[in-house]
C-alpha cells in the first residue's frame, strides 16, 4: 500500500514493526539456489574449500597409486605410460585443484572479515571465477574414464612429448586454460577488495599480513597466468594448426617452452606459498602471545620476493645447454631469494623469542611448517648451484625438494589456518587431540615418506620411471610406507575432524577462541553471520595496526 502526504506526495507505506525496507536482500537464501548462485564471500569461501579438499583427496589417491607402484622393483601394477599418466593428473590436480584454490577460498573467507569489508568487491565474478573449477577439473581426469589415455609428458607439459600426446593433452591444455582464467578473476577482485573496501582508518601499513601476502600474490596471479596461457596455447596451435613453435621439424624451438613455462612457473612457485606465509605469520604472534616482529621488514620480502621470482626462471634449465654467463646470472638470482625468505624465518622466530608460547593444534603446524620449509628451503639453495643441479636434475632430489616446499610448506600451512578460522567458520570448536594426532601422524610420515627420496636422487634415481634397479628398492619401500600413512593422515582429517564440523557437532566456538589472536574477524561472532560489516567498523586511531 501506499501513503500520501498533505501535499500529495506518495510514500511507500513503513515496514512493520522491528524490519527494515531492505530486508529481502538480507535473506540467507536456502537450498542449491544458494550455492549455484552463491554472491556471499563466505559461501564462495567454502565452495572453494571444499572444492580444493576434494582435488586433494582426488590428487593422493593418484599419489599413493605412484607410491604403490614403486614399493618394489618391477612393474608391479601399471605400464610405463600409465604410471606418467598419474605422475602428470597428480601434478596438475595438486597444483591447479588443490593448492591454488584452497588459499582463494581462504581469501574470499577472511580477506573481506579482516580489512572490515561487507563482501567482496565483485560478488557475481566471484561466483563465475569458482563455477569455472569443476568443469576443468572433470576435463582434467576424464581421459581416464573415457578409453583415450591421459596427458603423460609431466605437469609441465613439455614438448615434444606434449606434442606427440593424443586427445586427452587437448583436455589438460583447456582445463589449464579455464583453470587460468578463474584464477585471474579472483585475484583482480582480490585486490580491487583490498585497496578499495578497507576500513576507515585502515591504511596498507596496518592490514594484517594475511592480506599484504594475497595482495601480492593476486598481483603475480594477474602477471604471469596470461603467460601460461599463451604457452598452452601456443601448444595448441603445433598440435592441430600446422604452427611450428616448438616443433623442430618446422624450425621450432622446445626450449622456447621451457622459457616460456618457467617464466610462469617460478612465480606460481611463490603464488603457492606467499598466502601460507601469511597464514603463519597470523597463527604465530597468536599463540606467542606478540605482535608480529618486524611487520614492515616482513612486507618489504615479501614484495621482494615476488620481484625477484620473475628474474631468476632459468635455473630450472641448467641442462639445457645454457651459456656459463647464463647459469652465473641465474645462480646467483636464485640465492638471492634467500635473503628476503630468511628474514621472513628469522622474524617468525623472534616472535616466538620469549612469548608465552601455547602448543594449541594451528600453533603446531605452524612450527612444523617453519621447520620443514627450512629444510625444504635449503635443498632449494643447493639446487640453485648450477654445477649441483646438473648433476641432480630430474631425479628424485628435486621431487623430495618441492614436496618439501609444497607438502610441507603450503599443506602444513592450510591446516594451521584451518585450525585457527575454523571455529569462526563453523560455529564449533574441533577436538584438540584429534588435532594432535593429525599433526604428529602428518608430520612423522610426511619425513619418512619424502627424506629418503633426496639420498634416492643423490645416487641416481629418475623422476618419473615405473621401474628401477634394486639398489634403490630399501628407500622406495620406506617412502611408501611413509606415503600411504600421511594419506591415512589425511584421510583422518576429512572424516574426523572436518565432517563432524561440518555437521556442528563439538563444542561452540566463543566469538575470540584463541587468547592471544588480533583482528577484525575476531570481533563478529562465531560462526560469522552470513553479512558482516554492513556498516565499516570503526577502527583506535591511535592504533598501529590492527593485527601483528
Known sequence: MTTYTS????????PPHGASAHDEHHAIPAGWRRWLFATNHKDIGSLYLLFSLTMLMAGGVLALLIRAELFRPGLQLFNPEVYNQFVTIHGLVM??????????????????????????????????????????AILLIAPFFMDIGSAASGWTLYPPLSLQMGPAMDFSIFAVHIMGASSIMGAINIVVTILNMRAPRMTLMKMPMFCWTWLITAYLLIAVMPVLAGAVTMLLTDRHF???????????????????????????????ILPAFGII?????????????????????????????????AHHMFTTGMPVTGQLFFMYATM????????????????????SITTETPMLFAIGFIFVFSMGGFTGLILSVSPIDIQVHDTHYVVAHFHYVLVAGSLFA???????????????????????????????????????????????????????????????AVASVGGFAFGLAQAYFVLFIVLPALRGRGEPAPAKPWEGAEGLEWE????????????????DPTATRVIG
Open 336 to 355: 638471492l631469494v634467500s635473503v628476503p625468505t630468511a628474514v621472513k624465518v628469522f622474524n617468525w622466530v623472534a616472535t616466538m623469542w620469549m612469548g
Open 95 to 136: 597444483v591447479f585443484g588443490a593448492i591454488m584454490p584452497a588459499f582463494v577460498g581462504f581469501a574470499n573467507w577472511m580477506v573481506p572479515l579482516q580489512i572490515g569489508a561487507s563482501d567482496m568487491a565483485f560478488a557475481r565474478m566471484n561466483n563465475f571465477s569458482f563455477w569455472l573449477l569443476p568443469p576443468a
Open 414 to 476: 592450510m591446516f594451521a589456518g584451518y585450525y585457527y578460522w575454523s571455529p569462526k567458520w563453523t560455529g564449533v570448536m574441533y577436538r584438540e587431540r584429534r588435532g594432535q594426532i593429525h599433526f604428529w601422524v602428518s608430520l612423522v610420515s610426511f619425513n619418512v615418506a619424502f627424506f629418503p627420496l633426496h639420498f634416492l636422487g643423490l645416487a641416481g634415481m629418475p623422476r618419473r620411471y615405473a621401474d628401477y634397479p634394486m639398489q634403490f628398492a630399501d628407500f622406495n
Open 7 to 14: 501535499d500529495g506526495r506518495s510514500v511507500p507505506d513503513a
Open 524 to 539: 563478529v561472532p562465531s560462526p560469522a553471520p552470513f553479512h558482516t560489516f554492513e556498516t565499516p567498523p570503526r577502527l
Open 242 to 272: 600446422g604452427t611450428a613453435f616448438f616443433q623442430p621439424a618446422g624450425g621450432g624451438d622446445p626450449v622456447l617452452f621451457q622459457h616460456i613455462f618457467w617464466f610462469f612457473g617460478h612465480p606460481e612457485v611463490y603464488i603457492m
Open 281 to 313: 605469520s597470523q597463527v604465530v604472534p597468536a599463540f606467542s602471545r606478540k605482535r608480529l616482529f618486524g611487520y614492515a621488514s616482513m612486507v618489504y620480502a615479501t614484495a621482494s620476493i615476488a620481484i625477484l621470482s620473475f628474474i631468476v626462471w
